[in-house]
């Protein structure tokens, strides 16, 4: 990591960090909802539901600070190198770990599961969405990648904790330009483990399961009126 | 010191909460120490909670009466901010109800408190029942999405009427001109939030030690005869005894305390019907012991627009 806080870059880096969760919190009054697991200061890979741009700042802003610092979100480099602005937040501001999704193969980068499966390795913490891209539909949520399966053979000493990120698609819908102040939670459930010989498929249902069951009784309500 | 008698009077109501709340935590720390033992204990560390959060609301109450009108207006203001945050954030609706909200929250909202503030009666009495009625569901209809959307309007118009012209009706009090009582106005909220929350409170203690019967065990399961009768009865002698703060006469003064209970303690019923239909016990978590905002608030948010009106017919010439 190239920060350093006595440079101008990242003491400005600091200061927007600061900011922008600060006014996250003061729009949408987030609130961290930890059930069956604690913040730990271990390597981990949170993986949660993808609305909207703003999701990994809200799960980032209810992290403890000392964990913010070590948690790096996975972001898509076509959304965020494309201006000086995005590249300024997403790499200087929270060292976001880019990727390209489009694919092509051969280049080097061009492979999301093994950069992140680097990154890892290489002590990180994670935020990742791995319904792959952003859900901008009436669906609850998009089916899984399979990367989530990979990572998890790969890096068997990282916690997985599921997350659900409640109503925040709904403060900024797609196409909108006003966010409503509507009251938004981060919940963060039991941490799944790959287990013994355990398929792709299966792995990956239960990820999906363990994500959707941290939904508020309320919400899950709704699925039974389509 | 040189004091009018009106803040003489406010003084000595907050002097006398204070004194109920300083007899309430001497209560709660030594039901910790003898009943619980220092061990945790639900019922007592949530009553322990609920009298601190009281010393918070009666602090932030008291600072925006020092501030006179401005802060009164201010501080409901906020209320108002916070409840449809509560209300909107558990309701249903869908991205066609975006713009719908979007001017609930920042048209409606600060139109109704600017209409206060300027004194203007006859649009701030209308404003949200006729205009945003209107407006809300052309602006939903504009979205082009109709699923189920008779129930989503709805909730929008509800939120609105519950969370800003209710409890708009509270710093409205502001504006009355009451002959013989002029300059006095803070008093008359005082006297509503005294009785109101007051008879939640009794209702609450009278509960707690002698509720059996429920009185509606679908909706609320802590509401019993014992709390509902014991507590409004004493909240009502609680505002005949407050008589000399008001212009009413003792009788009138237990006569209006009467209603408000009642229309109060039917306000947290039919809240809580809302909040069983979505599965939630409180509306948020703001307010540590309480839940949210309009759970502490649901009570005021029914008397106070009947309080409004019945000063405003036979006291206002």
Same mark, same amino acid.
């Given at each position: 990591?190239?920060?350093?806080?006595?440079?101008?870059?990242?003491?400005?880096?600091?200061?927007?960090?600061?900011?922008i969760?600060?006014?996250?919190?003061?729009?949408?009054?987030v609130?961290?909802?930890?059930?069956?697991?604690?913040p730990?200061?271990?390597?981990?890979?949170?993986?949660?539901?993808?609305?909207?741009? +703003? /999701?990994? =700042? &809200?799960?980032?802003?209810?992290?403890?600070a000392?964990?913010? *610092?070590?948690?790096r %979100?996975?972001?898509?480099?076509?959304?965020?190198?494309?201006?000086?602005?995005?590249r300024f937040i997403?790499?200087?501001?929270?060292?976001?770990?880019?990727?390209?999704?489009?694919?092509?193969?051969?280049?080097?980068?061009?492979?999301?599961?093994g950069?992140?499966?680097?990154?890892?390795?290489?002590?990180?913490?994670?935020?990742?969405?791995?319904?792959?891209?952003?859900?901008? +539909? /009436?669906? =609850? &949520?998009l089916?899984?990648?399979?990367?989530?399966?990979?990572? *998890?053979?790969?890096? %068997?000493q990282?916690?997985?904790?599921?997350?659900?990120?409640?109503?925040?698609?709904?403060?900024?819908?797609?196409g909108?330009?006003?966010?409503?102040?509507?009251?938004?939670?981060?919940?963060y459930?039991?941490?799944?483990?790959l287990?013994?010989?355990e398929?792709?498929?299966?792995?990956?249902a239960?990820?999906?399961?363990?994500?959707?069951?941290?939904?508020?009784?309320?919400?899950r309500?709704?699925?039974?009126?389509? | 010191?040189?004091?009018?008698?009106?803040?003489q009077?406010?003084?000595?109501?907050?002097?006398g909460?204070?004194?109920?709340?300083?007899?309430?935590s001497?209560?709660?720390?030594?039901?910790k120490w003898?009943?619980?033992?220092?061990e945790?204990?639900?019922v007592?560390?949530?009553l322990?909670?609920?009298?601190?959060?009281?010393?918070?609301?009666?602090?932030?109450?008291?600072?925006?009466?020092?501030?006179?009108?401005n802060?009164?207006?201010?501080?409901?203001?906020?209320?108002?901010?916070?409840?449809?945050?509560?209300?909107?954030?558990?309701a249903?609706?869908?991205?066609?109800?975006?713009?719908?909200?979007?001017?609930?929250?920042?048209?409606?909202?600060?139109?109704?408190?600017?209409?206060?503030?300027?004194?203007?009666?006859?649009l701030?009495?209308?404003?949200?029942?006729?205009?945003?009625?209107?407006?809300?569901?052309?602006?939903?209809?504009v979205?082009?999405?109709?699923?189920?959307?008779?129930?989503?309007?709805?909730?929008?118009?509800?939120?609105?009427?519950?969370?800003?012209f209710?409890?708009s009706?509270?710093?409205a009090?502001?504006?009355?001109?009451?002959?013989?009582?002029?300059?006095?106005?803070?008093l008359?909220?005082?006297?509503?939030?005294?009785?109101?929350?007051?008879?939640?409170?009794?209702?609450?203690?009278?509960g707690?030690?002698?509720?059996?019967?429920?009185?509606?065990?679908?909706?609320?399961?802590?509401?019993?005869?014992e709390?509902?009768?014991g507590?409004?009865?004493?909240?009502?002698?609680?505002?005949?005894a407050?008589y000399?703060?008001?212009?009413?006469?003792?009788?009138?003064a237990?006569?209006?305390?009467?209603?408000?209970?009642?229309?109060?303690?039917?306000?947290?019923?039919?809240?809580?019907?809302?909040?069983?239909?979505?599965?939630?016990?409180?509306?948020?978590?703001?307010i540590?012991?309480h839940?949210?905002?309009?759970?502490?608030?649901?009570?005021?948010?029914?008397?106070?627009?009947?309080?409004?009106?019945?000063?405003?017919?036979?006291?206002v010439?």
């Amino acid at each position: 990591m190239s920060r350093s806080p006595q440079s101008g870059l990242g003491l400005a880096a600091a200061a927007s960090a600061w900011l922008i969760v600060l006014a996250a919190r003061l729009l949408t009054g987030v609130r961290a909802i930890w059930s069956g697991t604690t913040p730990k200061a271990e390597q981990t890979l949170y993986f949660a539901n993808h609305t909207s741009h +703003g /999701d990994f =700042v &809200l799960l980032w802003a209810t992290l403890p600070a000392d964990l913010r *610092a070590i948690t790096r %979100p996975v972001a898509g480099q076509d959304y965020w190198e494309t201006s000086a602005l995005r590249r300024f937040i997403g790499n200087d501001v929270f060292n976001a770990l880019m990727i390209r999704r489009d694919g092509a193969g051969g280049q080097a980068g061009s492979d999301p599961v093994g950069q992140m499966t680097e990154a890892l390795l290489a002590g990180d913490s994670l935020i990742m969405f791995p319904e792959g891209t952003r859900n901008t +539909g /009436d669906e =609850v &949520l998009l089916p899984l990648k399979s990367g989530l399966y990979h990572l *998890a053979r790969a890096c %068997p000493q990282v916690r997985l904790v599921p997350v659900w990120i409640e109503n925040l698609k709904r403060v900024l819908p797609k196409g909108t330009l006003v966010p409503i102040p509507l009251a938004c939670s981060v919940r963060y459930g039991v941490p799944i483990v790959l287990a013994e010989g355990e398929d792709k498929n299966t792995f990956i249902a239960r990820a999906r399961a363990a994500m959707l069951d941290l939904r508020p009784e309320y919400d899950r309500a709704e699925d039974t009126t389509p | 010191m040189n004091l009018s008698p009106s803040t003489q009077t406010t003084l000595m109501l907050f002097g006398g909460v204070f004194g109920v709340l300083l007899l309430a935590s001497s209560i709660g720390a030594l039901l910790k120490w003898r009943v619980a033992r220092g061990e945790p204990h639900s019922v007592i560390d949530n009553l322990n909670s609920r009298v601190n959060a009281w010393w918070v609301m009666i602090g932030v109450i008291g600072l925006s009466f020092a501030c006179g009108k401005n802060g009164v207006i201010v501080l409901f203001y906020l209320i108002s901010f916070y409840a449809l945050r509560e209300f909107m954030s558990l309701a249903y609706t869908r991205r066609g109800d975006h713009l719908a909200i979007a001017v609930a929250f920042f048209i409606a909202l600060p139109v109704q408190y600017f209409l206060i503030w300027i004194d203007w009666y006859g649009l701030y009495s209308i404003f949200i029942p006729v205009y945003a009625f209107l407006v809300l569901p052309i602006l939903a209809a504009v979205g082009g999405d109709t699923k189920r959307f008779l129930e989503r309007t709805s909730k929008v118009q509800w939120g609105l009427m519950i969370c800003v012209f209710c409890i708009s009706h509270v710093p409205a009090l502001l504006t009355l001109q009451i002959p013989g009582f002029e300059g006095r106005n803070l008093l008359l909220i005082a006297f509503l939030v005294i009785v109101v929350q007051g008879s939640d409170v009794l209702q609450y203690v009278w509960g707690k030690l002698f509720g059996k019967r429920k009185v509606a065990p679908e909706l609320s399961p802590s509401k019993t005869w014992e709390g509902l009768v014991g507590g409004v009865a004493s909240a009502t002698a609680l505002g005949a005894a407050l008589y000399w703060t008001t212009p009413f006469s003792p009788g009138q003064a237990a006569l209006m305390a009467l209603t408000i209970c009642m229309m109060g303690f039917f306000g947290g019923l039919v809240m809580s019907a809302i909040k069983r239909d979505r599965g939630v016990k409180d509306w948020g978590t703001m307010i540590e012991g309480h839940g949210g905002m309009l759970d502490r608030l649901d009570s005021v948010v029914f008397a106070a627009p009947i309080y409004f009106h019945a000063l405003r017919y036979w006291w206002v010439p």
